[in-house]
Structures are given as structure tokens and as C-alpha cells.
């Protein structure tokens, strides 16, 4: 049949957009300042990282977590993470421009504020480097 191809483009256009849609999307609304970042996370990080930056059951981490707090881990650290990678993580570099990441890294300091997490409420108010755990 000649007009095989009629349908095929649509076909193949609605095969990508199944596959796309395929990253774990977000389940939290955000401010519209950083609803660029929350969607450019879900794009790119949210497959390894989890819906909303939570993590999922992958060997990389959810960032909402005191661990990534600005205190314990800076804007740099993370810009740093996404273009260079590291043993277990791909770099970036190819997925997003410098100005997604400034967007992205603005995306996760709202969520880990958002959750409620500070840096001061730790147990014991232990100074000292507990590296158990
Ligand atoms: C293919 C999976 C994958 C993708 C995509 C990915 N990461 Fe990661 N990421 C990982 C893994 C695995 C680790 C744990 C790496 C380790 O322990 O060295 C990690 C670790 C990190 C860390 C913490 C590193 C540390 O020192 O603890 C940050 C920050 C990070 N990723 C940010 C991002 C951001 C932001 C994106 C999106 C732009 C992203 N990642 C995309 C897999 C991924």
C-alpha cells in the first residue's frame, strides 16, 4: 500500500511522546519561579533521583535530605555533580545548559525549605564529625 506511510509518522510521534513520558513526573505544585526547574529536574534527574527530588529505590539519592542542604553541600557542589558526574553518576552536561542548572539548583533549595528542613535542628546539636551511618 502506498499510503502505508500516512500513518506511520503519527505513529512514531506517539511512540516518543509514550517513551518521554516514562520519567517520573512531580507530585508537588511549586511557586511559578521555580516550576522551570521542577520541570527541567523531571526531565533529567528525576529518572535516578525520584519524583520530586525524593529518591527512589536507585543508588542515587533524594535530595531532600540534610545531607543536601546549602551548609552541607553548595550550589557549586551540585553545579559541580551535574557537569563532571562521578563514579556512579553520568555527567549532565549534554542534558542541560548552565542556565537550566542555575534554574534546577533553585528548584531543589525551595523543595528541601519547602519540606521544612534547616540545618539547625539536628539531634544533639553534634558538632563533631559523625561519619557512622
Ligand atoms: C543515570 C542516573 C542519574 C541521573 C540522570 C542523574 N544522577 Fe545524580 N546521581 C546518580 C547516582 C547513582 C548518584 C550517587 C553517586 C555517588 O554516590 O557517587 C548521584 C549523585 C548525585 C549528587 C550527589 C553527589 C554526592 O556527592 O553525594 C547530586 C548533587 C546529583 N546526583 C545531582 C543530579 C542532578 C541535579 C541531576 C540532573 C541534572 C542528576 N544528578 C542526574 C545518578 C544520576
Given at each position: 500500500m502506498k499510503r502505508f506511510h500516512v500513518w506511520v509518522l503519527p505513529s512514531i510521534a506517539a511512540i516518543l511522546i509514550f517513551i518521554s513520558s516514562c520519567a517520573p513526573q512531580p507530585n508537588k505544585k511549586v511557586p511559578a519561579k521555580f516550576e522551570a526547574g521542577q520541570k527541567y529536574f523531571h526531565q533529567v534527574c528525576s529518572n535516578c533521583h525520584g519524583s520530586d527530588a525524593l529518591?527512589?529505590?536507585?543508588?542515587a539519592p533524594g535530595f531532600i535530605d540534610k545531607e543536601f542542604l546549602p551548609e552541607a553541600y553548595s550550589d557549586d557542589e551540585i553545579r559541580q555533580q551535574i557537569v563532571d558526574g562521578s563514579d556512579k553518576m553520568p555527567s549532565q552536561r549534554n542534558k542541560v545548559t548552565d542556565a537550566e542548572i542555575v534554574e534546577i539548583i533553585k528548584y531543589l533549595r525551595y523543595s528541601q525549605k519547602a519540606a521544612g528542613l534547616s540545618a539547625s535542628d539536628d539531634e544533639e546539636g553534634e558538632e563533631t564529625d559523625s561519619s557512622a551511618g
Open positions: 529518591g527512589k529505590k536507585t543508588k
